[in-house]
Structure formats: structure tokens, C-alpha cells
């Protein structure tokens, strides 16, 4: 196994495994080292997602955020995968080291903002350990930590030459404005044409907001008409909640939809609120402006280094062609010109026709690649062909700014709301054998860290977690209460159990620390141009060219999604002759000129560096930049 250091990203801090204290260092990079940080575009980096309250418990004075009761009103509970389990900040900055092990050079962390703690009641009653009920989008919640704890963790970070993406949220606050039509039941979607803006309770209902031109005149002067919000439901904010959120503007009601639930179709998917989560009326230049104001707050006060966008495809894009901009603006301002937004366009399907509507109208930068996901889903558990991955590709032309958008999308294979890839492949192949299973996790991870995008590692994979969706696959890296948490194999190992899960000997971890050391030492696997050498109708090869940027050297990627071997040929350019392994048992030289023969073990793959080429007869053979 080659030494994880990641030296060859510039602006990177070299750092080694270790499974030593916590280290709580929280100097800050200077002159031309942050300037080389600042200077790596997306594409650059290896990202890991983790979830704080699941990942490390730095401080257990602040388990309860300072709200006395029980876990009913402070949300606690380490025993119940619903509730707050003690993971924060502190902790994450005590394991700073363990990441950069992993070869991450880039964390997105969840909603660190402060959250109504406890939604819901009896069996329906669970906590905000996740982030996404937020009540205040200025401070730190409490159960994380402090203002300063952030602050640390991102001087931590960067000290390391490590960048901070933080998760934020804009369709919808906590659950706090109620509905008097429906006080002990969901508020069914009531659509504009029924319940039009200039009428109370219904077409026939009294005039009201007298002159309003609805919500597609995004104007101030037209939104000042809009003073009442009881035009489809009476909403209304419980006693004693008038001042719940922050900043103040939030309280008021009429900055919010108020139509009912979301039935994720038509108008009501921008317009209703999700399980009554508080939606809001992003087409109002007041929302539009306070969230400019509120995000850009959090570049000025942190120096963070970019956005994943919760529930991206919610908001309308009129929202997102002001937001967008303006970040960037403030991002550039503040001295961080690749500022990386992303937005969640979640899908279960491949695709990226309709992701690419989101970079194309929506205008968002880029999106996280849920078509990505599906494709090696589809083609690594399910058992289709490769020619899907061939598609996947092809249709990289569709998103606005074509191949050079597609290579800043954010590419995954687990996360934590469709569950693990694991857990997908256990699916798809109940009574599969526990090296078949690793082999095919191993694989999908290649995939990931080799193939164009900006890829994200989801916390825990590297420990062999195997969790499903929601709940099941939100782990506890540290010692966990929750039964079904701790009667999880570990893929690799087959351990279980209710101990710490830092280790960086097992199987897994391995692989993808190999992975990421791989991607983040050759720029072809970072920036380069990528091109489909070989693809079929049924599970095997599939294999790319990816080309250095400067030297236009190559590496050919193949994998192996069938579980018998291949052998066969495979198209190079032409000036591509002597080959060094990456990985796997590469031929030293091309069979032909333009033709290198492969053979790859069952669920194997390869990774192949061509000897630099002239530029004037690699380039035509490869096909246009």
C-alpha cells in the first residue's frame, strides 16, 4: 500500500494515519498557502459528508444544548436513531487528522445551524440531529457547540489545507406557523387557482391584497400589496413562539406560502411545505434579499469555501438567478474565487436530462449527480449493463457550460437519505458472500474517485457501515446506544459491535484512502477531459480515457462489473505506447498502435498511465476538448 500523503494537491497539508488524541489545533494558513487553497477549483477535491452529531463527541456538556427535560424537550437520546446522539464540532475537529488520512481534502458538513430540537409526538416524534428544522440561521446550534467551535473547525481545516463546504438550507425554516383549518391533521395543497391570492378562503371568498399581480411579478413595489397571508389557510404562530426564528423578518408569516403539504408534484413542489415544514415564499424580493444577506454573512464570518443546497429543486428559479450571483459576488469579494454552490436535485432515476434543467433555468452551478449514483447502482448491484455508464456521460453536453459544468458536479454513491451503496447491493443480491460484497462496494467506490465529478465520500463507508435509508444508514462513528447500529457487520471485517469506528487497517478504508491518493496525484484524474473507450448491453467492461490538462497524457480506467475475468481490447490514441500500473496488472506497452489489451479479475479494475505522448497526435485522437 503506497503512504497516504497527498502532496501533490496544492495548498494540501501532508498528514499520515493516525489513531491519536484529538487534536485541536486551530491555526490559520497564511500568505501563499491559503492563497493555494483558494486557488484549487471543485474538481480538485476529494469531499467527505459527515453528519456531526453522528460522527464525533468532542464536548458532552452541550448533548442536551443546554435545554433542561427530558428528550422530549431537549431532543437526547443516544439509544433511539431518531434523536440526538452527542456529536459535534469538537469532535469533528478532533478527528481532523483521521479524514485527511482518508485522503479528503475537502469536508461538507450538515446544517450546523440552531433547530427547533423535538418535532412531532408519541411515535411520531423525533429530533433535528440532522439540521434541516432550522429556527435560527445565524448561530451555531447549541447541541453542536458554539459560534467559535465553527470558527475553529474551519481555521482547523484550512490549516490542513483542507476546504469547509457547509450545508444550508432555503425552501423551509422548522415547523412553527400552524393552520387553524387543521389543527389535528395535514393541511391538504390548495393551488393558486383555487385559492387565488386576492380572495380569502376560495375564488368566492372576500377581496383581499388588493392589486397584487401574484408571485411572478417579482417586484417590491407588487409584493408591498401582499399584507395578508390567509388567502388559501389561516396560519397563525403558537403563543409563545412570536420569536422562535432569526433573524426577526422570519417570524412573519406572510414571507411564507401557506398553502398546505407539498405533494411534490406541479405547483405544489416550490409551493407547499414538506410534512409542514414552514415553506417559503422564495419569489418575494424580501426572502430573496435576507438570504443573500444571511449566507453571505456566513462567507464573511468564516472564510467557508462553499454551499451544498438543500432541496435545491423546491425553490423557484427566479430564487436561485439573484442567489446565486450575489454569493459568488460576496465569495469573490471576501478573497474565494472557486466558491463551490451545489445544489440537491434528488431523482431516482438516471437522468441527467433533468438535472441539467437545474444548471440550464435554474442556473445553479452545479448539482449533486443523482444520476451518477443510479447509474452505478444499476450497473455494479443490479446487475445492467454498462452501456448505461457510456449514456450517463454522453449526456454531459446537456448541462449549461457542457463537460466543463458535468466535471463540477457533485458525484456520490451513499448518502444519508437514500442509505449506503451497501445496503443497495444486499438489496439487489440477498445471501450475497461478504467478499463479493466488498468487492462490489471497492468497485462502485473506484468509480467514484476516477471517473469525471467532484466526488463526495459519505462518512462511515470507509469503515464498511452498510446502513439503509433515512435513519438506518446515519451511523455513530463513536461507541453507539442503538441496537441495530451495533448489530451491523462491518463489510471487510465482519466485526459488530458498540465500539469506535476510527480505524485505518481495515479493508476498506484501505481501498478508498488508495483511491483518493490516486485522484488527488494525477491532475487527469482531477481536471481531465474524459472520454468512453468501451461500454456493453450486459454486466463487464466498461472503460474511459481521462487526458492531464498539460501534457494531455493518458490514463485509461477500466472496471469490471461482471464476476467473471475479461480480456480483451481496448482503443487508445495512437502516440499512447508504454503504459505504467496505477493500479492492477496493467500491459507495459500497447498491443497496437491505438489498441491496449486488458485483463480484468472478476469485479476488478485498472488504472493505466500512458508514457507522455506529443500533443500534436494525442489530441485529434482523443476527440475535441
Same mark, same amino acid.
Given at each position: 500500500m503506497a503512504a497516504l500523503i497527498l502532496a501533490t494537491v496544492p495548498g494540501l497539508a501532508v498528514a499520515s494515519p493516525s489513531n491519536s488524541s484529538p487534536n485541536t489545533a486551530t491555526s490559520h494558513l497564511a500568505g501563499p498557502n491559503l492563497a493555494a487553497l483558494r486557488d484549487r477549483a471543485p474538481e480538485d477535491e476529494v469531499v467527505y459528508f459527515l453528519l456531526p452529531d453522528r460522527f464525533a463527541n468532542g464536548d458532552s456538556a452541550n448533548d442536551r444544548g443546554g435545554v433542561a427535560g427530558d428528550r422530549m424537550l431537549n431532543g437526547f437520546d443516544p439509544s433511539d436513531s431518531g434523536f440526538y446522539h452527542g456529536g459535534d464540532l469538537k469532535g469533528a475537529i478532533?478527528?481532523?487528522?483521521?479524514?485527511?488520512?482518508?485522503? /479528503?481534502?475537502?469536508?461538507?458538513?450538515?446544517?450546523?445551524?440552531?433547530?427547533?430540537?423535538?418535532?412531532?409526538?408519541?411515535?411520531?416524534?423525533?429530533?433535528? +440531529?440532522?439540521?434541516?428544522?432550522?429556527?435560527?440561521?445565524?448561530?451555531?446550534?447549541?447541541?453542536?457547540?458554539?459560534?467559535?467551535?465553527?470558527?475553529?473547525?474551519?481555521?482547523?481545516?484550512?490549516? @490542513?489545507? %483542507?476546504?469547509?463546504?457547509?450545508?444550508?438550507?432555503?425552501? =423551509?425554516? /422548522?415547523?412553527?406557523?400552524?393552520?387553524?383549518?387543521? &389543527?389535528? =391533521?395535514?393541511?391538504? +395543497?390548495?393551488?393558486? /387557482?383555487?385559492?387565488?391570492?386576492? @380572495?380569502?378562503?376560495?375564488?368566492?371568498?372576500?377581496?383581499?391584497?388588493?392589486?397584487?399581480?401574484?408571485?411572478?411579478?417579482?417586484?417590491?413595489?407588487?409584493?408591498?400589496?401582499?399584507?395578508? &397571508?390567509?388567502?388559501?389557510?389561516?396560519?397563525?404562530?403558537?403563543?409563545?413562539?412570536? =420569536?422562535?426564528?432569526?433573524?426577526?423578518?422570519?417570524?412573519? &408569516?406572510?414571507?411564507?406560502?401557506?398553502?398546505?403539504?407539498?405533494?411534490?408534484?406541479?405547483?405544489?413542489?416550490? %409551493?407547499?411545505?414538506?410534512?409542514?415544514?414552514?415553506?417559503?415564499?422564495?419569489?418575494? &424580493?424580501?426572502?430573496?434579499?435576507?438570504?443573500?444577506?444571511?449566507?453571505?454573512?456566513?462567507?464573511?464570518?468564516?472564510?467557508?469555501?462553499?454551499?451544498?443546497?438543500?432541496?435545491?429543486?423546491?425553490?423557484?428559479?427566479?430564487?436561485?438567478n439573484a442567489f446565486v450571483p450575489a454569493i459568488l459576488a460576496r465569495a469573490k469579494a471576501d478573497g474565494i474565487p472557486n466558491f463551490h454552490i451545489f445544489g440537491e436535485v434528488n431523482i431516482d432515476r438516471m437522468d441527467p436530462g433533468y438535472l441539467a434543467r437545474y444548471t440550464q433555468v435554474d442556473r445553479l452551478p452545479a448539482v449533486l449527480d443523482f444520476a451518477f449514483r443510479r447509474a452505478v447502482i444499476d450497473t455494479v448491484a443490479d446487475g445492467k449493463g454498462t452501456e448505461e455508464l457510456a449514456e450517463l456521460f454522453a449526456d454531459d453536453a446537456l448541462y449549461r457550460g457542457g463537460e466543463k459544468t458535468a466535471h463540477q458536479l457533485t458525484t456520490f454513491i451513499s448518502n444519508h437519505d437514500n442509505g449506503r451503496f451497501a445496503s443497495l447491493v444486499l438489496k439487489a443480491l440477498p445471501g450475497i458472500a461478504g467478499d463479493e460484497l466488498m468487492r462490489r462496494v471497492i468497485l462502485a467506490h473506484a468509480m467514484l474517485l476516477t471517473l469525471r465529478g467532484v466526488p463526495a465520500i459519505y462518512y462511515g463507508d470507509e469503515q464498511g457501515f452498510s446502513g439503509g435509508e433515512d435513519r438506518a444508514g446515519r451511523e455513530d462513528m463513536f461507541v453507539s446506544g442503538v441496537a441495530s447500529y451495533n448489530e451491523e457487520h462491518l463489510i471487510g471485517s465482519g466485526v459488530s459491535g458498540p465500539g469506535e469506528h476510527f480505524g485505518t487497517d481495515g479493508p476498506m478504508f484501505r481501498a478508498i484512502a488508495e483511491l483518493a491518493r490516486l485522484r488527488t496525484s494525477q491532475a487527469a484524474l482531477t481536471r481531465g477531459r474524459q472520454i468512453t473507450r468501451a461500454s456493453q448491453d450486459q454486466p463487464g467492461i466498461f472503460a474511459v480515457s481521462r487526458f492531464d490538462p498539460d501534457s494531455d497524457r493518458e490514463i485509461v480506467i477500466a472496471f469490471n462489473t461482471s464476476t467473471a475475468p475479461i480480456h480483451r481490447n481496448v482503443q487508445v490514441n495512437v502516440g499512447s505506447r508504454d503504459f505504467t500500473a496505477l493500479h492492477g496488472a496493467c500491459p507495459a506497452k500497447a498491443t497496437a498502435p491505438g489498441s491496449l489489451t486488458i485483463d480484468l479479475p472478476p469485479l476488478g479494475y485498472m488504472v493505466c498511465a500512458a508514457a507522455p505522448a506529443a500533443r500534436n497526435g494525442s489530441r485529434s485522437a482523443a476527440g475535441p476538448a
Open positions: 478532533g478527528r481532523l487528522d483521521y479524514i485527511q488520512s482518508l485522503g /479528503a481534502t475537502a469536508i461538507w458538513i450538515a446544517p450546523i445551524f440552531r433547530n427547533k430540537p423535538v418535532q412531532g409526538s408519541g411515535a411520531h416524534a423525533s429530533a433535528a +440531529y440532522h439540521g434541516y428544522w432550522i429556527t435560527d440561521f445565524t448561530h451555531v446550534d447549541p447541541h453542536l457547540g458554539t459560534d467559535q467551535d465553527f470558527a475553529a473547525l474551519v481555521q482547523a481545516a484550512h490549516a @490542513r489545507g %483542507m476546504k469547509v463546504i457547509l450545508d444550508v438550507v432555503i425552501n =423551509h425554516t /422548522a415547523d412553527v406557523i400552524q393552520y387553524r383549518e387543521c &389543527p389535528r =391533521h395535514p393541511c391538504l +395543497y390548495r393551488s393558486r /387557482a383555487d385559492f387565488p391570492y386576492q @380572495r380569502r378562503g376560495g375564488v368566492d371568498g372576500t377581496p383581499i391584497n388588493t392589486g397584487f399581480e401574484g408571485d411572478a411579478v417579482g417586484s417590491i413595489a407588487n409584493f408591498a400589496r401582499l399584507t395578508r &397571508p390567509d388567502y388559501a389557510y389561516t396560519p397563525y404562530v403558537p403563543a409563545g413562539e412570536e =420569536h422562535e426564528k432569526a433573524p426577526e423578518w422570519l417570524n412573519d &408569516p406572510i414571507y411564507y406560502h401557506n398553502r398546505g403539504d407539498t405533494t411534490f408534484s406541479g405547483e405544489s413542489a416550490t %409551493m407547499g411545505d414538506f410534512g409542514g415544514l414552514d415553506d417559503l415564499f422564495t419569489e418575494n &424580493p424580501r426572502v430573496i434579499q435576507g438570504f443573500i444577506d444571511i449566507y453571505g454573512a456566513w462567507i464573511d464570518r468564516y472564510g467557508i469555501d462553499g454551499y451544498r443546497i438543500d432541496t435545491a429543486r423546491h425553490v423557484d428559479p427566479a430564487f436561485w
